[in-house]
């Protein structure tokens, strides 16, 4: 059956973070090219959107930038950002059934607080949609499907406190890959353990793995969690001519995957085989969101002999699986190791910007909350720049205890030239600053 | 002195331009069944034998292939289609009637799949035994790399009667529409080579060696022998003519835009700075997207014909048209009887009229001159409800720069062209509701033809430089040349404006007409590993629709 798929593109031609770095400017001109040359735009249930802008008042729903806004970003991240809202309008207002942020650059590497650029990321743009939607249209639970080749650290480290959002992340393994994270005993924060998923990946995983993955392992989480919206984090270096990773996954795999998971919205993460793979995943995607028949789309290279599954591979995805759902079923039990009784709970974190080679060191404390995803203190200094902030996260839907504890950390907390203490209200979407 | 002539639906119409002035003008009833006998009709009602021997150039916009598309009067065409993987087989256009054969190529222009010969001699002998003599061939970007089309017009043009191949219809990427746009082509392809070759052996035979030329959906003229190859490029030469017509009033200091307002329908039309709006992609012709330049226009079902209607007490205008206006005898009240029983046009049986409004008033429980006044204020509040639309439409059309999305241009029209028989009546109004000034042409009634006898000859040609494959494609012309490793934009521009001109001037474009425009310009890496391996430079050139600057020196001629 078709359905109504709008189409965010928005390549932005005249932004590099340099000249042969792989997040550059034609990084999109080949999809471009084949988009056009497929006639997708012609097909009656497929429609292209101009991406708007997102403004400081999207940004700051997720991210403390620091210094500020102006600094860390550039108009590129904006409308990438923008390109995502845009995609969450045109579905929430039902003008389309589902919509793919055909965007650059990326963001699932950004975390909560920003002090540069890290894994070609600078705002983490579907955080910055996923916030949107909830605070725009009131939706209550989201899943996030991370299909990229790297663990979404950033999308994790955002959503790692919150009840209401489930991330779940298939990549290439940490051991094996940047940014070196996304082990399967990451399950989330006190106030929303099991609502992260990690799914680390052995290099060389192809189409019969991911789709194993996504049968056996994914849908079976999703359907039961019970999301009202479905968010695909649509990267494409799982290909197997991706040049910065070690994946064996195909143009007609992205599509099936899709097809299956049925995203309400798809955002483009990462993918830097501009030539051999983007051109057809993208198609792949498109057409599998819009309903349309995806049993064409191949690479010109595509050879099926190639690409069967080492038996290792099956062995080592049935033995992933066992211990996800080991684990999953034994959540609240598990929970209680990870997490005993107490009021806070602290974690420290020494965050790399390799893009911008920053190095950040952040004290997390998080109130533990039966009832809200609990009020969060962020103490983040960069050494590098002098730079540090005390941010406080109220989250959607703050229970009474969680709303004064974080007001009062924000009257309390001292101040001075060098520290800039921020409220980060999500639940009366306010940003408050005190220098 | 130019000669222009506009083959409508009802009338043919024919002018004779001198300094852009009108010297003779003349309306004869079209026939259908012989619209070369028309053309001669409206001809010689401007213009004797001798007269016409001085003109400079004919010019002619013709319906003979738009209503040859819509009824359906089609050759069967042989549509041989290189899809390769991709979207399927039977999601494409005219999946019914094409056989899908191998061989494709990437979006480089680099061979992906090689045709297989002998599966298209196969097939070009079955065609010849099924008794087709069309054959239509389409790779998948072949705008980029034509070898594939060239080298199976080689096994199919021996035994068809003609082949059209879709790299030489567009150089656009749009593999759908390429298919479509080449199977129009030769579906049409007889038809009008049998009407381009009377047309010239009648002018011949009564002693005239004047330039022919013919219309082209872009506004842009193209000299009717060349035109045998690319009859598709000539259907919608109609409506180019109507938005060429107002041109010569088109201010180009400010956006403007202009409406034709008809019988059914009103046809609105922008216009940049003075020059006519493009369609983004192609024209539609008959229900089939193609590639097709053409000027951009938006039809709505609103024209002074339309019945207007009284349902659940509200008037209700069109979209159906039952005849003409019951002022001039038809069966139900139009916006045109409104226009006469409310003193706005001095045409037609006002008593009908003002019946039509009675009719109309009983219903909505209001005055006939209420009445009257409330079509009129309706039919003019949605004609600039659609002008505005289209406006926001044409500026919601995504840009894929930072600096367009930016600081893009924006069209603002500050001017209203109004042409059409109620136009003089309604122009005034529609501008207030827009807040700009309205005009209406003098001698609006021929504005089509004089469009098509000012209008120039227009070329496009889209040319991609690969410095590291070494390789430059000119798509329309199917060329592929050797180009040095240093090449630069500048270089590719050069190569495509030396071309421009002399295919310009092949189709018959005077020199002072010869100004060449970059409409698009983009270079980027080719990266191979960390290393910059060269670059892919891709831009576009045109002759852009405008008018000529024929016929606008002395004369020896008065008249
Ligand atoms: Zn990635
Ligand atoms: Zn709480």
């Not at chain 2, 083959?7 to 001198?18: E, K, P, R």
């Amino acid at each position: 059956m078709t359905r109504k798929t709008g189409l965010v593109f928005f390549p932005a031609y005249d932004y590099a973070i340099s000249p042969t770095h792989p997040e550059r400017e034609e990084r999109l001109l080949y999809t471009q090219d084949q988009v056009l040359e497929e006639g997708l735009f012609d097909f009656d249930n497929i429609r292209e959107f101009k991406p708007g802008i997102a403004t400081p008042e999207d940004i700051c729903r997720v991210h403390f930038c620091v210094p500020d806004l102006d600094t860390v970003a550039h108009a590129s991240h904006l409308i990438a950002a923008g390109g995502c809202l845009t995609a969450a309008d045109k579905v929430m207002s039902g003008e389309v059934d589902n919509a793919f942020a055909l965007v650059r650059p990326p963001g699932h590497h950004s975390f909560r607080v920003v002090h540069g650029s890290r894994g070609f990321c600078t705002l983490n743009i579907e955080a910055v949609m996923v916030e949107y939607i909830r605070h725009k249209y009131g939706v209550r639970r989201i899943a996030i499907v991370d299909t990229d080749c790297h663990h979404g650290d950033g999308s994790q480290d955002i959503f790692w406190h919150d009840p209401d959002v489930l991330f779940i992340s298939l990549h290439q393994d940490g051991r094996t890959l940047y940014p070196g994270s996304g082990f399967v005993d990451e399950l989330g924060g006190p106030n929303a353990f099991g609502a992260t998923i990690n799914l680390p990946l052995p290099p060389g995983t192809g189409e019969q793995g991911f789709l194993y993955v996504l049968d056996d392992i994914v849908m079976p989480i999703v359907e039961a969690w019970k999301p009202d919206l479905v968010v695909n984090s649509a990267g494409q270096d799982n290909h197997y001519s991706d040049p910065i990773t070690q994946m064996a996954f195909t143009a007609h795999g992205y599509a099936e995957l899709n097809r299956r998971l049925a995203p309400d919205i798809c955002v483009l993460e990462g993918g830097y085989s501009i030539q051999t793979a983007l051109p057809y995943v993208n198609t792949g995607i498109i057409l599998a969101m819009a309903g349309l028949d995806i049993a064409h789309v191949r690479e010109p290279d595509y050879d099926a002999f190639d690409h069967r599954q080492p038996g290792e591979i099956t062995d080592y995805l049935r033995r992933l699986k066992e211990a996800v759902f080991e684990q999953w079923h034994a959540r609240s039990t598990l929970k209680r190791r990870f997490y005993p009784d107490g009021e806070f709970h602290t974690r420290s974190k020494d965050i790399f910007y390799d893009t911008d080679g920053l190095r950040e060191h952040q004290r997390e404390t998080v109130r533990i909350c039966p009832d809200c995803g609990g009020t969060i203190v962020t103490d983040s200094r960069c050494d590098d720049t002098g730079n540090r902030i005390l941010g406080i996260t109220i989250p959607f839907h703050a229970c009474d205890a969680c709303r004064h504890h974080g007001e009062h950390q924000y009257e309390a907390a001292p101040s001075g030239r060098n520290l800039h203490v921020i409220l980060q209200d999500k639940d009366r979407d306010r940003y408050l600053v005190r220098t | 002195m130019l000669l222009g002539i506009d083959v409508g639906g009802t009338h043919t119409d024919s002018v004779l331009l001198q300094d852009r002035t009108i010297v003779a003008k003349a309306k004869v009833a079209t026939d259908t069944a012989d619209i070369l006998g028309s053309v001669l009709r409206a001809t010689c009602a401007v213009a004797d034998v001798e007269r016409l021997k001085r003109v400079e150039r004919i010019v002619l916009s013709t319906t003979v292939l738009t209503n040859a598309v819509a009824q359906d009067q089609l050759d069967r065409v042989g549509l041989v289609v290189m899809n390769g993987p991709g979207v399927a087989p039977a999601d494409l256009p005219l999946a019914g009637e094409t056989t899908i054969v191998a061989g494709y190529m990437n979006h480089r222009g680099i061979e992906a799949e090689a045709p297989d010969e002998p599966e298209l001699n196969a097939l070009a002998d079955a065609f010849a035994r099924d008794g087709i003599g069309h054959v239509a061939i389409v790779g998948k970007f072949s705008s980029r790399n034509p070898l594939h089309e060239l080298c199976a017009a080689k096994i199919f043009v021996a035994r068809a009667r003609h082949v059209s191949l879709g790299h030489q219809l567009s150089g656009q990427l749009n593999f759908p529409r390429r298919i479509a746009t080449a199977y129009l082509n030769e579906a049409l392809w007889s038809l009008h080579a049998r009407f381009v070759e009377q047309l010239a052996g009648y002018l011949a035979e009564i002693g005239i060696d004047v330039p022919l030329y013919i219309l082209k959906a872009d506004g842009g003229t193209i000299e009717v022998a060349r035109s045998r190859d690319c009859p598709v490029q000539t259907i919608l030469s109609g409506p180019a003519a109507s938005i060429m017509g107002v041109l010569p009033l088109v201010p180009t200091d400010v956006d403007c835009v202009s409406i034709d307002i008809g019988g059914t329908t009103t046809d609105i039309a922008l216009f940049a700075h003075g020059a006519p709006l493009l369609q983004p992609q192609g024209a539609d012709i008959g229900g089939h997207r193609t590639l097709v330049r053409g000027l951009l226009t938006r039809s709505m079902a609103l024209g002074g014909d339309s019945q207007v209607r009284v349902i659940d007490r509200r008037l209700v205008i069109g979209p159906e048209r039952q005849g003409s206006a019951m002022a001039f005898g038809g069966p139900c009240p139009t916006p045109t009887d409104a226009l006469i029983a409310s003193g706005r046009a001095d045409f037609g049986d006002k008593a009908k009229a003002a019946q039509a409004m009675a009719d109309l008033a009983r219903d909505l429980g209001r005055t006939p001159e209420e009445t009257a006044t409330a079509v009129v204020a309706q039919a003019c509040d949605h004609i600039a409800d659609h002008v505005r639309g289209m406006v926001a439409e044409v500026n919601a059309k995504p840009v894929y720069t930072i600096h367009e999305l930016l600081e893009g241009r924006v069209i603002a029209p500050k001017r209203l062209i109004a042409v059409g028989g109620p136009a003089p009546c309604m122009a005034d109004e529609i501008g207030v509701r827009l807040g700009m000034p309205a005009l209406v042409p003098p001698n609006h009634d021929v504005a089509n033809a004089c469009g098509a006898a000012m209008a120039r000859t227009t070329v496009e040609l889209n040319l991609v430089a690969d410095t590291e494959a070494k390789i430059m494609s000119i798509a329309e012309l199917g060329e592929r040349v050797k180009i040095p490793k240093r090449f630069t934009d500048e270089d590719v521009i050069a190569a495509g404006r030396e071309r421009l001109l002399r295919i310009a001037r092949e189709a018959g474009a005077r020199e002072e007409d010869l100004a060449v425009e970059v409409t698009d310009r983009q270079s980027f890496n080719v990266v191979r590993g960390q290393f910059n391996s060269g670059r892919n430079i891709r831009v576009r050139v045109q002759i852009k629709p405008g008018l000529t600057h024929a016929g606008t020196g002395p004369s020896e001629v008065r008249p």
